[in-house]
Antibody, heavy 122, light 107 residues
Framework: EVQLVESGGGLVQPGGSLRLSCAAS????????MGWVRQAPGKGLEWVAN????????YYVDSVKGRFTISRDNAKNSLYLQMNSLRAEDTAVYYC???????????????WGQGTLVTVSS | DIQMTQSPSSLSASVGDRVTITCRAS??????LAWYQQKPGKAPKSLIY???SLQSGVPSRFSGSGSGTHFTLTISSLQPEDFATYYC?????????FGGGTKVEIK
């Protein structure tokens, strides 16, 4: 059974940093693209970032470029999102998601974690 | 960026009703479209991919159609567990983009 468990969320002041983690199990983690999607309170879904199987390619939504970094450790079956220079508008539930693709291009998200809440406030 | 527009933003329906949700892309995305279901306080769940393929384990009352810029999600006979918010998402280009969501409520 595919499982994705996020951790690392919490309350942080504007300008601060936070690192989210996602522990994956139930599939060969190194075979799939992975990604992060966020959802601000009461709002819709917003894609944040994707990373290729070997970490050689990363893609970001413009609003987080230069502030967020997606990475992975295939030996630890873990996905990460380093978030710096956080802003109030980054407040959201952050979901780790498995991309269905085991190829050189990414597809849609077929499994999602339960999410972790990040609150940016003074 | 490719804009995804869903309609309606909400609808009220009864158990047993046929429900159709529309998603329009601002440019041609071929069939690179997915649909997700999200219940309150829960993670999204994949329903449909490549516009019309049913994710494993999803009931056959769900179906998707369309290509290019116009897509639909249909629930043939609405069940109590189907009351949720539905999102479309294009995965032809980066940035990946979602529609604004359609909330399906009980009439």
């Amino acid at each position: 059974e595919v499982q994705l468990v996020e951790s690392g969320g919490g309350l942080v002041q504007p300008g601060g940093s936070l690192r989210l983690s996602c522990a994956a199990s139930g599939f060969i983690f190194s075979s799939n693209w992975m990604g992060w999607v966020r959802q601000a309170p009461g709002k819709g879904l917003e894609w944040v970032a994707n990373i290729k199987q070997d970490g050689s390619e990363q893609y970001y939504v413009d609003s987080v470029k230069g502030r967020f970094t997606i990475s992975r450790d295939n030996a630890k079956n873990s996905l990460y999102l380093q978030m710096n220079s956080l802003r109030a508008e980054d407040t959201a539930v952050y979901y780790c998601a498995r991309d269905s693709s085991t190829n050189n291009w990414s597809n849609y998200f077929d499994f999602w974690g339960q999410g972790t809440l990040v609150t940016v406030s003074s | 960026d490719i804009q995804m527009t869903q309609s309606p933003s909400s609808l009220s329906a009864s158990v047993g009703d046929r429900v159709t949700i529309t998603c329009r892309a601002s440019q041609d995305i071929s069939s690179w479209l997915a649909w997700y279901q999200q219940k309150p306080g829960k993670a999204p769940k994949s329903l449909i991919y490549v516009a019309s393929s049913l994710q494993s384990g999803v009931p056959s009352r769900f179906s998707g159609s369309g290509s290019g810029t116009h897509f639909t999600l249909t629930i043939s006979s609405l069940q109590p567990e189907d009351f949720a918010t539905y999102y479309c998402q294009q995965y032809k280009n980066y940035p990946r983009t979602f529609g604004g969501g359609t909330k399906v409520e009980i009439k």
